[in-house]
């Protein structure tokens, strides 16, 4: 399995996982002056392919948009983030 990378580079963010669960990722993502905020997230993964005669590892994958307010959300505060994180992470 390939792991998220722990430095990603989207949407002109920066983003630097915080901590990484079982189920759950933590990430602090910087781009904005002044703004600290972190993207807590289930880590989803996708499977094996077979495209072609290429195959592609089995991969987690950082949310897409769509996920936000379902399985990943945006917090703006440090200590909530990571209450959060370790809410879902220890359901």
């Known amino acids: 399995m390939i792991p ?22 933590l990430y602090e993502q910087n781009g ?13 993964v996708r499977p094996k392919k077979d495209i072609k005669g290429i195959v592609l590892e089995e991969k987690e994958l950082f ?10 959300w945006t917090i703006c505060d440090l200590d909530k983030a990571l209450a959060k994180f370790n809410e879902l992470e220890n359901k």
């Open 4 to 25: 998220l990378d722990e430095i990603i580079n989207k949407n002109n963010y920066t983003y630097t996982q915080v901590l990484k669960g079982k189920r759950y990722c």
């Open 63 to 72: 949310p897409k948009d769509k996920d936000f307010g379902k399985t990943a």
């Open 32 to 44: 904005i002056a002044n703004m600290r905020c972190f993207e807590l997230f289930e880590i989803k």
